[in-house]
């Protein structure tokens, strides 16, 4: 037994079906939101560095507006990222109890590094911010040759910590996504788990690469139809009253989100050729139709955006997107529980087996076979007199001391001698017939 499986307990049949659900949801939450925040960062980084080398504003203006405003609050990172990403752990560590692969592991390990890429895309943001200030200031008309020193230097350092925090931050994202990634693919395969016992199993598994380079490019179409979201739909939009700029977002957002979309359907397919044969069911099928058509839709409302130069679709675009990646989280699931059902029924087992084990154990009780004659039996039968049914000492010497034939008549009584009527069956289980079969016979002895 590894450490996880210390940590969590095997699901039943019942609370397998309850986790699959769990499941579909928590991808469904942490997909997108985890895509804007890895795209959303690599976009402001590839703007800000456009800036420093085209000396236009405009860049350094997208790229912070990007991080402002798709790298959402802190308490919507922990409740749409972190939350998500330890709840599908756990799951995973239970549907995957007792089997050995890397896995959890990676899974878990992935879990830490999303947390301290979190930490360093909030601090790129706060950062970023805290440079758009002090650039917005200087365009008020402040004398720069009029600066302190200090404010010079304080500035110099915020510039330093803006490159440095969002390009370690979005390395460690990177990473994490790819660790991720890479447990829950190898995961999927049963045939990979013979081999799968160490962290470069991973990073050497071509099915880890294509599923990752398809997240990569989902983030990146995402972060398009975000940015169309946030600063022409919700809530009404940004005010932008720079024509140049807003030329600028709208023209670079609708082809980053449809270039990426375009591509998404390649790596769709391929995402399902890779597939384990077992992981095929109806539901499979279903939800991977649905995901092409919620791209089809996506790609067709851009391409309205695109030649009406109308935002008003910008909504629709960002909503068919998080409908895709609730499709294609269900068929991932289904996928999964269809490719891991031989080991889930063995894990189950073990649930049932563990549940017997803390449940109290009844004490045996003890069967008096001459409380039940008497409440049973003594109303007709006596060892030396007849009643309503022969006497005993007429019929036990055929049984001699043989207690399971005679149990067995007790048990199922037939009718036997003509001069009697049919002895009714008392409803003992076989257990209590054999205990009035014993006390008779021994009784029987005595006489």
């Known amino acids: 037994m590894n450490f996880f499986d210390q940590l969590v307990i095997p699901p039943s049949t019942e609370q397998s079906l309850l986790l699959n659900l769990i499941q579909i949801i928590s991808f469904a939450i942490f997909y997108p ?40 609050s802190r308490n919507a990172g922990f409740g749409l990222g972190i939350l998500p990403v330890i709840s599908i752990s756990i799951v995973y560590a239970q549907f995957l109890y007792s089997s050995n692969i890397i896995s959890v592991g990676v899974l878990f390990l992935s879990v830490l590094m999303f947390i301290i890429s979190y930490a360093f895309i909030y601090r790129y943001k706060s950062s970023s911010e805290t440079d758009s200030a002090l650039s917005e200031m200087k365009k008020s008309g402040i004398d720069e040759n009029k600066l302190s020193e200090e404010v010079i230097s304080f500035e110099e350092n915020i510039k330093s910590e803006v490159s440095s925090s969002g390009k370690t931050g979005l390395t460690l994202l990177i990473l994490s996504v790819f660790l991720f990634i890479g447990g829950t693919t190898i995961a999927s395969n049963m045939n990979d788990w013979a081999t799968a016992k160490t962290v470069f ?32 739909s919700w809530q009404g939009g940004i005010k932008i009253e720079n024509e140049e700029y807003k030329s600028l977002v709208l023209k670079n957002s609708v082809n980053i989100a449809l270039i990426f979309s375009l591509l998404q359907p390649v790596f769709l397919f391929f995402n399902f050729l890779i597939l384990p044969k077992e992981s095929f069911s109806s539901p499979v099928f279903i939800f991977a139709g649905l995901a092409f058509l919620s791209i089809l839709f996506v790609c067709n409302f851009l391409y309205a955006i695109i030649r009406n130069s109308d935002v008003k679709l910008s909504g629709w675009v960002f909503a068919a997107m998080l ?18 059902k031989p080991h889930t ?12 084990e803390m449940q109290p154990k009844k004490q045996a009780v003890e069967i008096n076979g001459e409380e039940i004659y008497k409440s049973r039996c003594a109303a007709c039968h006596k060892f030396d007199t007849k009643l309503v049914g022969p006497p005993y000492q007429e019929t036990l010497p055929k049984y001699g001391e043989d207690i399971k034939k005679l149990a067995g008549y007790i048990y199922s009584p037939v009718k036997i001698n003509p001069e009697y009527p049919p002895m009714p069956n008392q409803g003992l289980k076989m257990k209590e017939a ?5 006390y008779l016979l021994e009784k029987y002895k005595t006489k």
Do not use: C, H, P
């Open 33 to 72: 939101f985890t895509g804007i925040m890895l795209g959303g960062t690599l976009l402001s980084l590839y703007f800000r560095s456009q800036a420093k080398k085209t000396r236009n504003s405009l860049y350094l203006k997208f790229s912070n507006d990007i991080i402002k405003y798709l790298a959402i």
């Open 201 to 232: 199993a991973v990073f050497v598994n071509s099915s880890v690469w294509l599923n990752f380079i398809y997240f990569f490019v989902t983030s990146l179409a995402i972060s398009g139809g975000a940015i169309l979201f946030f600063f022409f």
């Open 323 to 340: 409908l895709t990646f609730v499709f294609v989280s269900a068929k991932n699931q289904y996928a999964l529980s269809n490719a891991i």
């Open 345 to 356: 029924l063995v894990v189950n087992a073990k649930a049932d087996e563990k549940l017997k």
């Open 434 to 438: 054999e205990a009035v079969a014993k």
